[in-house]
């Protein structure tokens, strides 16, 4: 049974002040600010207050449009959307209805076109905080979130698995993230809302998902009942559904006959746009090299593996690094101590590259000391380790925690695992492998791995010549 | 006594403003009895200079004026104090004029005749006649005073001409965008426009000067200039604009004409054939426009509240909305919110947005030809209260049947009175093309 699926999905711009006043944008505080003391007026939706366009919000909208290859549309507006909600100052939403910023776009995920029907820009509602929870004693209402501005990006049903959509959003946040419009360690919020059909079924709408992995298991549980229905020879209603993140399950919300019919005007209050054609053309030169060009070139002109490239990609700020670092030292070097180790430590310590002291320069010496052999593999990581919970510099780090080899006297290391090992030494001289490989483990435990694996071999099997 | 705006400020200027405001300040409390123009009184501050120095100046209710209660004639919003001023206002108080109070007017805005809101003000030519609407306070008031002022006014189809043709004095409406509408408590946006009304057309030129201007707080300002006065001034009469009007106001104004063509201004017969779907294109934009623009008033925020009583959201809102609308802005929330309908919007919310276009065609088309248009204000004079009472909504829509043309379309538009009818005054309409102010005010000097 084929299935279908769409996604609308919002995510909160970081630009510096809201969408349609002057009031500063919270996304991007770091310490949430006290209830109510970032509004004014307009975001309250106090009578006689009007909006006006942040020019920011539209230049973050174009570059997304552009960047998901959509036409940019020559005018385009502003509309009214209707309903009653304690969350909106004037029980109606200024958002793009009839001409949205841009259309007819697309992304290529996994080798797959998905297209994009628009981008457009719109406000955040008022953040609603329920006193003893859902449906408990009463609702406070925080307007510092009013007005901040969203993106919408709209798909086409192009999506044919749960699996899909969750790889169509992974790499939407990453080109939004290489865009310089949304950033995940932030307070902006990346939320979708997922169409799901079976094929020649009715479409059910699921709200409120955050997450790609919330989009893969709440289209995965929607998909599921579906089938379910159906094999009991029931039909599937068209209806929305909300996404319940606590029990893992879609919920029902409304059905099609309870449906809002949010009576669009073009909001007078607002004239429609015109972008100036140089003004996109500046826009699109300026445009990041997206995800998707760096996969390419990184295979073709640093000869690094697909999954080495898609780690390096994962995080923009490793990209950047592994870029500077491959101008001085091995690519394919740098691509695996970059997405292996050093990626490996940052999760670990649940850090980001910019919040570490670790420089293209620090970075590059630590592989090369390891590339001469002043450093065993261990100790690089071991360093790498240090540089990123620590902080300093690799030389002081080293001096400071013995990472030398240098340090240890291998020849007399040696003579003491020989002497209280004498048969495993006899069977070597006797040329059992097995039994090298026994002291090699034994003199590695020693030294604690502050010597490399090969040099310990050598030195052994001269020791025992 | 002073005539005009520019002899008061000369006369406050030698004189004592204090001993003026007192005068005035026992002149408004009489006024009020009978007419009942004021809503809010405030205490003036007088002391300003610039072009309004000293000048009394009324606002419109829905006009916000910082810590003023502001409700737009409504019960709704009753007691609803703005925390900042309207540009306008701003504007009038840098000038060095002095606010005075808050004038009635039909409950934001609906309405033809001033009756539509619990304070109803009355024609000082007959107080048992309406004053027209729904800028009803602010022409009653100006023509009620003694001394020349300027009364902030607003309009969306008709609201500053209307008043002013039923009782004697000048209103301009200038061309949409002129005046900045931030701090205006919305009507319908594509069409409110904030104008004056004042004694004569000298008056009205020097508060128009005052208060126009481009602002960035509201995006549909124009940052444009007015051209000059052209040398040769051809009026155009439209035909379809004496149609359904009083044959003796009809006359009245025919005789203006005469008269300016005896001057030297000539004039030709024009026709403007999309007059007839004027009034139903502008019923259903500007109701639906307010239809969100009302939504906001539920009882939440400021206005009036209902009891919480453990009752849903929805129920709650519909509470306060039922108990504190009028049934006319229900009215109009109803006509509204079903034009803008799916399944019903391409019928008549885009039907009207189009004949809207084809109103604008209609006189750029015209403007071609001619300089301005002169028209009859309204088609009947001031109506007694009886004779309100015995009309139906769709009579008292029809009283707009000559104002929406240029409303719609965002000309500039004055009313100037030009004669009398059993005793009560007659309004001639001059109609611009955008922008010519100037041409608008320089004909309304000869009339």
């Excluded at chain 1, 865009?179 to 079976?198: C, F, M």
């Excluded at chain 2, 039909?106 to 009756?115: A, H, I, L, N, Y």
């Excluded at chain 2, 009245?252 to 000539?266: H, N």
Aim: aromatic content about 6%.
């Amino acid at each position: 049974m084929t299935v279908i699926i769409g996604l609308e999905t919002h995510v909160q711009l970081p630009t510096k002040s809201k969408i349609f006043c002057g009031c500063k944008n919270i996304v991007t505080f770091e310490k949430e600010p006290e209830p109510n003391t970032v509004t004014c007026e307009t975001c309250i939706g106090l009578p006689g207050a009007k909006p006006q366009v942040n020019s920011q919000v539209i230049e973050f909208g174009t570059r997304i449009a552009l960047a998901l290859e959509c036409k940019i549309n020559n005018t385009f507006s502003f509309s009214r959307k209707t309903y009653f909600y304690p969350d909106m100052g004037k029980n109606f939403q200024i958002t793009q209805h009839t001409i949205p910023l841009g259309s007819h776009g697309k992304l290529l995920v996994d080798g797959k076109l998905i297209r994009i029907t628009r981008v457009h820009v719109e406000e955040d509602p008022a953040r609603l905080v329920h006193i003893g929870g859902v449906g408990g004693s009463h609702v406070l209402v925080d307007y510092n979130r009013s007005g901040t501005p969203l993106v919408e990006i709209v798909t086409e049903p192009d999506m044919t698995s749960p699996e899909q959509a969750r790889a169509y959003l992974a790499t939407l946040t990453q080109v939004l993230q290489y865009l310089g419009v949304y950033d995940p360690s932030t307070k902006a919020v990346l939320k979708s809302d997922a169409n799901i059909s079976l094929k020649g079924g009715a479409r059910v709408e699921i709200k409120n998902i955050t997450g790609e992995k919330e989009v893969f298991e709440a289209l995965r549980f929607e998909m599921m009942r579906q089938k379910n229905l159906s094999k009991q020879g029931k039909r599937t209603i068209q209806e929305t559904r909300l996404w319940n993140p606590e029990l893992s399950v879609t919920q029902e919300l409304r059905t099609k006959e309870t449906e809002e019919d949010y009576g669009y005007i073009p909001e007078g209050d607002l004239t429609p746009i015109t972008l100036e054609q140089r003004i996109i053309l500046k826009e699109k030169q300026q445009l990041p090299e997206l995800p998707a060009q760096k996969y390419k070139r990184y295979q073709r002109d640093y000869k690094v593996a697909p999954k080495l490239a898609e780690a390096l990609l994962a995080d923009p700020q490793l990209a950047v690094l592994f870029e500077a670092a491959s101008k001085k030292i091995d690519s394919k070097l740098a691509a695996t101590w970059i997405a292996g180790p050093l990626k490996k430590t940052l999760n670990w310590n649940n850090r980001r590259l910019e919040q570490t002291d670790i420089t293209v320069a620090s970075f590059v010496s630590v592989l090369k000391l390891f590339n001469s052999r002043k450093l065993t593999d261990r100790n690089a990581e071991m360093l790498i380790r240090y540089l990123v919970a620590e902080g300093g510099q690799p030389e002081t780090l080293i001096k400071k925690h013995q990472l030398t080899g240098s340090g240890t006297d291998l020849d007399k290391v040696i003579k003491t695992v020989i002497k209280n090992n004498p048969k495993a030494a006899r069977d070597v001289t006797n040329g059992v492998a097995k039994a090298l490989n026994f002291l090699i483990g034994m003199v590695m435990k020693e030294t604690k791995g502050t010597v490399d694996a090969n040099t310990v071999r050598k030195a052994l099997e001269k020791a025992l010549r | 006594m002073p005539q005009t705006l520019v002899q008061l400020r000369t006369e406050l200027k030698k004189g004592n403003r204090s001993s003026f405001y007192a005068k005035l300040s026992k002149e408004l409390d009489q006024l009020n009895r009978k007419y009942h123009v004021l809503l809010e009184r405030t205490e003036p501050s007088h002391t300003g200079s610039g072009p309004l120095a000293g000048i009394p100046v009324s606002v419109k209710d829905c006009l916000c004026v910082k810590d003023v209660p502001s409700a737009a004639g409504s019960e709704i919003l009753k007691g609803y104090i703005p925390p900042f001023d309207a540009t306008a206002v701003t504007k009038v108080k840098n000038a060095g004029g002095v606010i005075i109070g808050k004038t009635a007017q039909d409950e934001f805005g609906f309405g033809s005749f001033s009756v539509n809101t619990n304070i109803v003000p009355k024609n000082p030519h007959d107080p048992t006649r309406s004053c027209g609407g729904s800028s009803g306070g602010a022409a009653a008031l100006t023509a009620a005073l003694s001394v020349p002022h300027l009364a902030l006014a607003e309009s969306t189809g008709g609201s500053i001409a209307c008043p002013a043709s039923f009782c004697g004095v000048v209103g301009m409406t200038p061309t949409y965008g002129l005046v900045s509408r931030y701090g205006l408590i919305d009507y319908a946006n594509s069409l409110d426009k904030i104008g004056v009304i004042t004694k004569s057309v000298a008056d009205a030129e020097l508060g128009l000067s005052v208060i126009r201007g481009y602002d960035p707080r509201d995006q549909t300002s124009l940052d444009k200039k007015i051209p000059p006065v052209p040398k040769r001034i051809v009026l155009g009469v439209p035909k379809e604009y004496f149609e359904t009007v009083d044959s003796a106001v009809a006359a009245a104004v025919w005789d203006t004409i005469k008269k300016l063509e005896a001057a030297g201004i000539p004039y030709k017969k024009v026709s403007l054939t999309a007059t007839k779907y004027a009034l139903a294109a502008y019923y259903i934009i500007a109701t639906a426009e307010a239809s969100t623009n009302l939504a906001k008033y539920c009882g939440m925020r400021y206005g009036q509240a209902a009891p919480l009583e453990q009752r849903e959201m929805n129920e709650y809102f519909s509470a306060v909305r039922s108990t504190y609308f009028s049934s006319e802005a229900k009215r109009r929330i109803m006509l509204g919110t079903f034009a803008r309908m799916a399944g019903f919007r391409d019928k008549y919310f885009l039907q009207a947005q189009k004949v809207r276009t084809l109103v604008i065609q209609d006189f750029k088309k015209v403007f071609k030809n001619v300089s301005v248009l002169v028209t009859p204000t309204m088609p009947v004079i001031a109506p007694t209260f009886a004779e309100i009472e015995q009309m139906s909504p769709v009579q008292h829509y029809a009283m707009d049947v000559l104002t929406v043309g240029p409303n719609l379309a965002g000309l500039p538009h004055l009313s100037v009175p030009c004669g009398t009818v059993k005793n009560m005054p007659v309004g001639i309409q001059i109609i611009g093309d955008h922008l010519t102010e100037a041409t608008v005010f320089s004909l309304g000097k000869c009339v």
